[in-house]
Nanobody, 125 residues
Framework: QVQLVESGGGLVQVGGSLRLSCVAS???????IGWFRQAPGKERDFVAGVTWNGGRVYYANSVKGRFTISRDNAENTVYLEMNSLKPEDTAAYYC???????????????????WGQGTQVTVSS
């Protein structure tokens, strides 16, 4: 069983930065940890993922070059550093865990089994 808790959301101006954190109850051997976001009336979309063991990262095209995902294995924490924020980045952000022993880099919400409660990011213009 996996428990995830996100934090770090808030209100930020266009062009600003935020760092989101996701703290896990266990270590994630053979897992990937992903960040998703969901705006009002929209579907929950993949943002970024990182493999727990190797730290291999991958991103949605919409955030490449602006967001950075990383993990601190010792603290069971995954981070999402968000830079050059845009109004369209406004959403509830969720971290999630997916079992991925073969390195298939899941990016669909249905591929993830454990979810945090979310943290709101609002970018004002």
């Amino acid at each position: 069983q996996v428990q995830l808790v996100e934090s770090g959301g808030g209100l930020v101006q266009v062009g600003g930065s935020l760092r989101l954190s996701c703290v896990a109850s266990i270590t994630f051997n053979y897992y990937v940890i992903g960040w998703f976001r969901q705006a009002p009336g929209k579907e929950r979309d993949f943002v970024a993922g990182v493999t727990w063991n190797g730290g291999r990262v991958y991103y949605a095209n919409s955030v490449k070059g602006r967001f950075t995902i990383s993990r601190d294995n010792a603290e069971n924490t995954v981070y999402l550093e968000m830079n050059s924020l845009k109004p369209e980045d406004t959403a509830a952000y969720y971290c999630a865990a997916a079992f991925d022993p073969f390195g298939r880099r899941p990016s669909r919400s249905t591929e993830y089994n454990s979810w945090g409660q979310g943290t709101q990011v609002t970018v004002s213009s």
